[in-house]
């Protein structure tokens, strides 16, 4: 859950600390007064898209920092971060934003530095922002699917991945067989072109490391009198008459005699006889590299032949000699393909004759679970509505295929389109009158049916995603009466697993709540801020009051405020 924010700087704000309880936490206060400005905050300390047009006027960087608490040791989290090399110590994780005046974002997590796409990732396991438009996806025919696998997404997960393996290697055997069997004169220019590739790099003959070695000997032979030269100074200061070696080896004879009466000229005559042996040896080297040398001018001449060739085939082929020997490799097993079109063509038919049916397979498997949880959906659904004044309203999950082309599998004598998701075209229908026959869910709910309809998703949802915290920014628009009571009910049924803070105009989710915070804009001099007050009960009466109200606050209005917040808390009761 989230247990504390603290935002600086951040649009209309200059700084506030807000603390939250576990439950319903309600966030009240007149339109413009920056409620959603502190959503927008905690949107941008999960991940959210963040802009330079969020730090407040004449100020370097907003600041966005947030303390998290997950008592659930078997949460995603805990594993997610050991991964990314976080450590969650005391059950506690602090997420950090910084977003400068010329628009750069800095993140952290437990103060180590990380990318917006991890602090998305870990913000995502921890928090869920739902707004009006969040409603609006019930609206969007593409978004049923991956709702309907959320309901148990355990379940479903094993057969998906086993689906998508199955068609990845599907799409790519279809793609491997249209290449060879289509465009026949592509494929001639192709094949000379291939051909004529792997002749020129097959006559260049070359060798790993060759050029390495090339340039390791035109440097030897463009030095040949320096080497030469000092080589023979080398040598003729160790072996001549009274040159060093001979010292070496004086000394080393010298203390022979007595290394048996004093350890330290034992030591001493250890280290020069190694000496003496290792010089002895150089010397050695020193004259058969001597004897060895030969200046070959015309050697030079055809080393830079070489290089050039190479270079010339670098341009084309590769950045070194490994990279042109290995891209040989690949147009040689390209050519044998082309050269053997019809053997390949059988083969990868064969292939995907046999992936097929392994998809089909997959592909039904993941219906036919798709389908069972559809049942359960439907019936939690329908539970949920009659709870949210919805009884007389029929849900169902339509199922239904998309016709494909001849070159598409086959199910029941039909050719079907499989797509990465499987082949199922899901759709929520809905009738909400008795008698109407059942249309897509997007040709009939009115706002408030989507947000009844929204809200017993997500209290279904809740039990089964683990999210700790859940935010409603104004779901519950466009209802009242005892409807808005009910909303308000399932808001709270929905706080008894997960954290929930929502803001709202409606008095009925107020009351419910068991943490209320008024949010207020201040005018201090000429610029303006944002306040948030806890509300003691009293001031609680008072708010919600005004909230039923509008401006003027009468006694009767405080009566009807505590009228509901008695309701709500007999309804909490009842709810435990």
Do not use: W
Not at 323 to 349: C, P, S, V
Not at 448 to 462: C, N, P, W
Request: overall charge negative.
């Amino acid at each position: 859950m989230l247990s504390e924010i603290i935002i600086k700087n951040f649009a209309i704000i200059e700084e506030v600390s807000i603390s939250f309880e576990k439950g319903l936490t309600v966030l009240s206060g007149e339109t413009g007064a920056g409620k959603s400005i502190i959503i927008d905050a905690i949107g941008l300390l999960l991940g959210g898209r963040g802009s330079a047009e969020f730090v407040r006027y004449d100020t370097e960087k907003a600041e966005i920092e947030g303390l998290f608490h997950i008592e659930n040791e078997n949460h995603l989290i805990y594993s997610r971060c050991r991964e990314l090399g976080f450590d969650i110590e005391d059950e506690m994780i602090i997420l950090k934003r910084d977003i400068t005046s010329s628009g750069k974002s800095v993140c952290r997590i437990n103060g180590k530095l990380v990318t917006t796409s991890i602090l998305k990732e870990i913000g995502g396991l921890l928090v869920d922002i739902h707004g009006q438009h969040e409603s609006q996806d019930l609206m969007d025919q593409e978004h049923h699917l991956p709702m309907l696998q959320q309901y148990d997404e355990k379940a479903i997960a094993p057969l998906y991945t086993e689906y998508q393996n199955i068609f990845n290697n599907y799409t790519d055997l279809k793609k491997q067989l249209k290449q060879l069997t289509e465009n026949e004169q592509q494929m001639a220019h192709r094949l000379d072109l291939i051909q004529f590739q792997l002749t020129e790099i097959q006559n260049a003959n070359l060798q790993e490391n060759e050029d390495d070695q090339l340039m390791e000997e035109r440097l030897k032979i463009s030095n040949f009198e320096r080497i030469y030269k000092s080589l023979v100074e080398a040598y003729q200061s160790l072996s001549q008459d009274g040159s060093g070696l001979d010292s070496v080896r004086s000394c080393m004879y010298s203390l022979e005699s007595v290394t048996n009466i004093d350890n330290d000229i034992k030591e001493m005559h250890e280290g020069i006889s190694s000496s003496y042996y290792l010089l002895e040896d150089i010397s050695y080297r020193l004259r058969d590299s001597i004897e060895q040398m030969e200046y070959d001018p015309n050697r030079l001449n055809e080393i830079e032949t070489r290089l050039s060739e190479i270079s010339m085939l670098k341009k084309k082929y590769g950045h070194s000699v490994a990279d042109i020997l290995k891209y040989a490799e690949n147009i040689e097993q390209e050519l044998d393909t082309i050269q053997h079109k019809d053997m390949h063509i059988e083969k990868l038919q064969k292939d995907l004759d046999n992936v097929t049916i392994k998809l089909i397979k997959a592909g039904k498997t993941l219906s036919n679970k798709r389908k069972e949880l559809a049942i359960k959906l439907t019936a939690d659904i329908h539970k949920e509505l009659k709870e949210l004044y919805m009884d007389k309203t029929t849900f169902e999950i339509m199922f239904d295929v998309e016709e494909g082309q001849e070159s598409d599998p086959i199910i029941d004598e039909q050719h079907i389109k499989f797509k990465k998701d499987g082949f199922d075209f899901v759709e929520f229908y809905i009738s909400t009158n008795p008698g109407e026959p059942l249309k897509p869910l997007a040709k009939v709910a009115s706002g408030g049916e989507l947000s009844r309809m929204f809200l017993a998703l997500k209290s279904i949802f809740t039990k089964h995603q683990g999210i700790t915290s859940i935010i409603f920014d104004e779901v519950d628009t466009g209802v009242s009466g005892r409807v808005a009571q009910a909303i308000a009910e399932k808001i709270h049924k929905v706080s008894i697993d997960s954290q929930v803070l929502c803001i709202t105009h409606l008095p009925q989710v107020a009351s419910m709540a068991d943490t209320h915070l008024f949010i207020a804009k201040l005018i201090d001099g000429n610029r303006t801020k944002t306040s948030v007050t806890p509300l003691r009960n009293d001031q609680k009466i008072n708010e919600i009051a005004r909230m039923i109200a509008g401006v003027e606050i009468t006694d009767v209005t405080i009566q009807h405020a505590k009228e509901l917040i008695d309701q709500a808390a007999s309804s909490k009761y009842q709810s435990q």
